[in-house]
């Protein structure tokens, strides 16, 4: 949905022709660095803490880039907030990894990457249908902030996996 906005957003922020692509690059640059930081964190302080900061920190960052007064600014919120998610995916998967049955792992495995495929289908073509513009392409960014509800949900519902405390144990952590 984003990225045939591109020409609309640089026109927004006054910014030259190709240079919201670099916001792009900024997103899958903290994408993989929120997977080895949140990785990290979590073999050391569990699976839900991490989570819930890493849904709090995109949400607040998605809600920044809607505000945001240049491309730079927007670049630098872009990357933030993908900090934040990169760690809910690998931390989602373990989680459920770790909660469900071994002989069912490999099936579950197969359907939480086709239903990550099938969403970024369904937000090309919402991006196709609902033409981003100068004036709407800020309201995107908003509708990211959302999952900042997750944040309490995984707080209060979502147990801690029990393989944790024998990771933390086997780190000497515990």
Do not use: K
């Amino acid at each position: 949905m984003y990225l045939p906005a591109f020409p609309d957003v640089e026109a927004s922020l006054h910014a030259a022709a190709g240079s919201a692509q670099f916001t792009l690059a900024s997103w899958f640059a903290g994408l993989a660095l929120g997977q080895v930081l949140q990785g990290s964190l979590s073999d050391r302080f569990g699976r839900r803490l991490p989570m819930a900061a890493g849904f709090a920190i995109f949400a607040a960052a998605m809600a920044g880039g809607a505000l945001a007064t240049s491309i730079t600014q927007l670049a630098v919120l872009r990357f933030v907030a993908a900090l934040g998610m990169g760690g809910e995916w690998a931390l989602g998967v373990a989680l459920v990894m770790e909660s469900w049955p071994e002989q069912r792992r490999p099936l579950l495995a197969g359907l939480i990457g086709a239903a990550a495929n099938v969403g970024y289908c369904l937000i090309a073509v919402l991006g196709i249908a609902f033409h981003i513009t100068q004036d709407s392409w800020r309201w995107v960014m908003m509708v990211g902030a959302a999952p900042a509800a997750l944040t309490f949900f995984i707080r209060l519902y979502v147990p801690e996996s029990e393989a944790v405390p024998t990771l933390l144990a086997a780190l000497g952590l515990a």
